[in-house]
């Protein structure tokens, strides 16, 4: 079954639930024993639900992957993959520049928890093997990263861990299962904000995670079970909903992005450019073999560095909301240095780039000609 296919029909079956053409909000917490020991498929909400039960398998048949799990948040989805995967006294290697709330996790969670993090550059996957070591458990990556679109190898990465029986994770919100399906190219786990491109309308927080290895299923649904980070039945709905239109509005979404990206560059007032579908990107040759299209989201450098060049063209704005958030049908707008990022220290974001008069847009799912004369009116001297 091909992906769109896919993402309309696989996790559900009408049948089971009173011919519903939509999987039923299962409004409840327990569900009732008719006997005492009784083995029911569901019986407490934080353990499952059916309509939990439908995305995580629907995800699953997205991923190619043997099993899903979903999560109240893409950050309590990667909470519970570093608590099965890491214990005190191991070793994770990361991506340097990840999503700021996953460097939060990483640097005040899991490194007062006994984990000891090193992040690096692995955009030359050579570099890998010299971080290595039998006490790294745990290989973090991100890809297209937040907010700099810089692409890592997934497949020759995940080799060279798999060399040393690292265990090797795979953001891959901002590509979503559309665009990049990470365990087919040797990644152990996915993890995703389907609060993004999944969900696709700003209106659910939900994580997911996708796995084939039966122990790091168990491992990973222990914690969703232990800890209890899980979404509503009715934030899954509305995830399964906006699945269905996944791949129509990835297509507009990097059609969009591309024409953004391409106008962007011929712009006196910007000074770079970074979206992974211009050949001068540096990972534009990996993005082209790695992933199916380019992805929705552009990123700028104003050529004034400065937070008030960037707020004033952000506010400008009048399609593109300024926004925490990405992966939406409508454009928005995030100042990465006080939003997505925040949480990083200023002489890491000065390392990686990530600079006070650069703005990150989602582009989203309107007309072309709208966008590009928002854009413009917001540049305009
Ligand atoms: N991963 C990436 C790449 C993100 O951009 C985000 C949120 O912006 C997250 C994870 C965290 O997801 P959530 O906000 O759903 O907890």
Redesign the pocket.
């Known amino acids: 079954m091909k992906f769109a296919t896919k993402a309309i029909h696989v996790g559900y079956d009408a049948s089971e639930h009173g011919h519903a053409v939509m999987p039923p909000i299962y409004q409840t917490s327990a569900f009732a024993h008719e006997k005492l020991g009784e083995h029911l498929p569901f019986s407490y909400a934080r353990t499952g639900t059916p309509t939990r039960a439908a995305l995580e398998a629907n995800l699953a048949a997205l991923e190619n992957a043997a099993h899903g799990l979903a999560f109240g948040?893409?950050?309590?989805?990667?909470d519970a993959v570093m608590r099965a995967v890491l214990k005190p006294g191991d070793e994770v290697v990361a991506q340097q520049d990840?999503?700021g709330?996953?460097y939060r996790l990483l640097t005040k969670v899991m490194t007062p928890a006994g984990v000891t993090v090193r992040f690096a550059d692995l955009r030359d996957p050579s570099a890998l093997a010299g971080l290595l070591s039998p006490k790294v458990k745990l290989l973090w990556l991100?890809t297209p990263?937040?907010p700099l679109l810089s692409l890592v190898d997934v497949a020759a990465l995940s080799a060279e861990a798999h060399r040393h029986q690292v265990t090797v994770a795979v953001?891959n919100?901002?590509a979503t299962p559309y665009l990049q399906n990470p365990l087919d190219q040797g990644a152990d786990i996915v993890?995703?904000?389907?609060?993004?491109y999944l969900a696709g309308h700003s209106d659910v927080?939900?994580?997911l995670v996708a796995v084939n290895d039966p122990a790091l299923y168990q491992a990973i649904r222990f914690i969703q079970s232990a800890s209890g980070g899980v979404p509503g039945p009715q934030d899954c709905f509305l995830t399964l909903r906006g699945i269905k239109t996944l791949a129509l509005r990835m297509e507009r979404h990097c059609d969009n992005a591309e024409r953004v990206a391409a106008w962007l560059v011929k712009q006196p007032g910007i000074e770079k450019v970074f979206y992974p579908g211009l050949p001068e990107h540096p990972g534009h040759a990996l993005a082209a073999r790695q992933m199916k299209r380019f992805g929705g989201i552009v990123t700028v450098y104003l050529k004034e560095n400065t937070r008030d060049a960037a707020g004033r063209v952000a506010e400008r704005l009048q399609l593109f909301a300024l926004a925490?958030?990405?992966g939406g049908v409508e454009s928005l707008v995030n100042h990465s240095a006080t939003m997505?990022h925040g949480a990083m220290p200023a002489e890491l974001k000065q390392q990686l780039g990530v600079r006070e008069g650069q703005l990150r847009l989602s582009i989203g799912i309107e007309d072309i000609d709208d966008i590009l004369a928002d854009l413009a009116q917001a540049l305009a001297e």
Do not use: C, R
Not at 73 to 78: H, Q, Y
Not at 191 to 196: E, L, Q, R
């Open positions: 948040s893409g950050m309590a989805a990667i990840v999503y709330g996953a991100e990263s937040n953001d919100t901002f993890v995703h904000s389907a609060t993004k927080l939900l994580g925490e958030s990405l997505s």
